[in-house]
């Protein structure tokens, strides 16, 4: 437990449903006395960051605790416009209705979100306008979520150029930076939990397709371990480029304090954990904060 209270610049990482870490990381940073006044975030970390700068991450947190299985997919639109699977508009539709229509600017927290210009192939800091607008932005992985349109750029997920970005807090005047790197060195943190089973008849024809297409994409081919299904490759292939970026972004921009979340705690997209992604965080995060305390 720190004695004075600091202000403190948070960087959070990009890493599809390891980001709801992140949750829990914030919880332990305000238990031991730590004031956030400025968020960086790429893709799940401008969601939660956005999140929380809104003053909504208690109400968020509640809502996707209580997801299972069946209720991520009843997010999911898919698209049939040949760029994307997802529209991304119905996961964007229901924060808008959990958070409410904000702009960044108008924010208690300074916050900015991280995004790709697809045909720049350059970074684009989002601090101002709607807030929903520049975590959509932040989010939109290609391939899985459509590219968001944004005055006159192709904007795509922040964490193909930065996936812990430091570089905007480097003004803030604060007394420290913390970063949450969701790339941390693999190790076994959580069990595997058993696949949550809901009853056939409470399902409609259409999410039961939706949920035979992702169980077809993820299901291992011909019986060969190595035969990984289309979701597998691609969290795999994710993991692999964020995670080499993410070493070099974190050599050139050292963080006052690094707490790192296995990358192994999850793939990308079970986001049915929250729960447990959660406690990872405040694991991580106490472990580290005890750690630097010691140190000081």
């Known amino acids: 437990m720190i004695s004075d209270k600091k202000k403190i610049s948070l960087v959070l990482g990009s890493g599809g449903a390891r980001g709801l870490a992140h949750i ?7 238990e031991q ?20 700068a809104a003053g909504k991450l208690d109400i968020f947190s509640e809502w996707v ?11 999911l639109d898919v698209s049939f416009s040949g760029t994307a699977i997802f529209k991304g508009e119905r996961i964007i539709n229901t924060l808008r209705d959990l958070i409410g229509s904000q702009n960044i600017e108008d924010l208690p927290i300074s916050f900015t979100a991280v995004a790709t210009d697809l045909e720049e192939s350059k970074e684009v800091w989002l601090s101002s306008g709607p807030l929903c607008d520049a975590i959509r932005a932040s989010i939109a992985f290609p391939t899985i979520f459509s590219a968001f349109p944004y005055k006159g750029k192709t904007l795509v997920d922040g964490g193909l150029l930065n996936p812990v970005p430091i570089a905007p807090t480097l003004r803030d005047l604060t007394d420290m930076t913390i970063a949450v790197s969701l790339s941390g060195n693999a190790k076994v943190v959580l069990e595997d939990l058993p696949t949550v089973e ?11 397709k939706v949920i035979d297409f992702i169980d077809g994409l993820q299901r291992k081919e011909n019986g060969k371990e190595e035969d990984a299904g289309f979701f597998d490759i691609i969290s795999k292939s994710i993991d692999v480029m964020q995670s080499t970026i993410a070493n070099f972004k974190l050599a050139a921009y050292k963080p006052d304090i690094l707490i790192e979340i296995p990358k192994d705690v999850c793939s990308i997209y079970e986001f049915e954990r929250a729960n447990e992604l959660i406690e990872v965080g405040r694991r991580e995060a106490t472990a580290r904060l005890y750690e630097f305390d010691r140190s000081s």
């Open 65 to 75: 605790c209580a997801l299972d299985r069946m209720a991520v997919l009843r997010l």
């Open 24 to 30: 829990g990381v914030i919880q332990v940073l305000e």
């Open 33 to 52: 006395g730590y004031e956030i006044s400025s968020i960086s975030g790429s893709s799940m970390g401008a969601l939660i960051g956005g999140i929380y």
């Open 198 to 208: 809901n009853n056939p008849e409470q399902r409609n024809k259409y999410h039961q």
